[in-house]
């Protein structure tokens, strides 16, 4: 079973940077993949970036060259860097992870972008 925990969600203005940070119960080594997805109000699930167990990244449109995935196996973490924030990013952030062909995934956390 894998349980992931959120954290570093808040309100941040337009323009400004957070960190988000997914840690594993497991060892994320063996994750096939892990990444970042969100919802805003009235909207589906989106995927916002992917990391796969080869470190190989990929990024929504949306957020190419402003956000960044990693990931620290040592600490069974992975990372959101976030800069530049638009109020179109206000969302719930969820972590997600795949393993063994499962999809797992974190309760969220809220990240509110003000102008």
């Known amino acids: 079973q894998v349980q992931l925990v959120e954290s570093g969600g808040g309100l941040v203005q337009a323009g400004g940077s957070l960190r988000l940070s997914c840690a594993a119960s497991?060892?994320?080594?063996?994750?096939?993949?892990m990444g970042w997805y969100r919802q805003a109000p009235g909207k589906q699930r989106e995927s916002v970036a992917r990391?796969?167990?080869?470190?190989?990244?990929n990024y929504a449109d949306s957020v190419e060259g402003r956000f960044t995935i990693s990931r620290d196996n040592a600490k069974n973490t992975v990372y959101l860097q976030m800069n530049s924030l638009k109020r179109e990013d206000t969302a719930v952030y969820y972590c997600?992870?795949?393993?063994?062909?499962?999809?797992?995934w974190g309760q969220g956390t809220q990240v509110t972008v003000s102008s």
């Open positions: 997600n992870a795949v393993w063994l062909y499962k999809d797992y």
């Open positions: 497991g060892s994320i080594f063996t994750y096939d993949a």
């Open positions: 990391i796969t167990r080869g470190s190989s990244s």
